[in-house]
Antibody, heavy 125, light 107 residues
């Protein structure tokens, strides 16, 4: 059974940092691209970042580029999102998401086939 | 950025009805279009990818079609479990954008 479990969310002041982690099981982590997607009641679903199976290609939404860093540790079957310089508008539920295509080298055609339960990040003073 | 526009934003239908939700992209995305279902308090669930390929385990009452800029998600006969919010998402180019959602409610 595929499982993705996020952790690290919480309440943080604007300008501070937070690191999200996602521990996965039930599939060969090394073979799949991974993603972070966030959701707010007001803005709906927003793709945040993606990383290929071998970390060879990484992409970010413009709203987080330069502040957030996605990374993975294939030896630990874990995905991370380092979030710096947090803003009020980063408040959201963050989902760790598995890509559906094995060893994909291009981002075109990505599809998000398994999602974690989400972790809430609240940025507030 | 590619804008994804869904219609309608909300829909009231009855058990057994045939329902179609449309999604329009602001530019051609070939068939790089995915559909998700989300229920309150839960993560989205993949229904269809590549515009028309049914994800494993998804009931056959769901089907997807279209290419280029216009796409549809059809539920052939609504079941009680189908009342949820549906999102389309393009994976043609970064940023991978979602539609605003279509909330399907019981009439």
């Amino acid at each position: 059974e595929v499982q993705l479990v996020e952790s690290g969310g919480g309440l943080v002041q604007p300008g501070r940092s937070l690191r999200l982690s996602c521990a996965v099981s039930g599939f060969t982590f090394d073979n799949y691209a991974m993603h972070w997607v966030r959701q707010t009641p007001g803005k709906g679903l927003e793709w945040v970042a993606s990383i290929t199976w071998n970390s060879g290609a990484i992409g970010y939404a413009a709203s987080v580029k330069g502040r957030f860093t996605i990374s993975r540790d294939n030896g630990k079957s874990s995905l991370y999102l380092q979030m710096n310089s947090l803003r009020l508008e980063d408040t959201a539920t963050y989902y760790c998401v598995k890509d559906g295509g094995e060893k994909r080298i291009s981002g075109r055609g990505y599809y998000f086939d398994f999602w974690g339960q989400g972790t809430l990040v609240t940025v507030s003073s | 950025d590619i804008q994804m526009t869904q219609s309608p934003s909300s829909l009231s239908s009855s058990i057994g009805d045939r329902v179609t939700i449309t999604c329009r992209a602001s530019q051609s995305i070939n068939t790089n279009l995915n559909w998700y279902q989300q229920k309150p308090g839960k993560a989205p669930k993949l229904l269809i990818y590549g515009a028309s390929t049914l994800q494993s385990g998804v009931p056959s009452e769901f089907s997807g079609g279209g290419s280029g800029t216009d796409f549809t998600l059809t539920i052939s006969s609504l079941q009680p479990d189908d009342f949820a919010t549906y999102y389309c998402q393009q994976s043609y180019s970064i940023p991978y954008t979602f539609g605003q959602g279509t909330k399907l409610e019981i009439k």
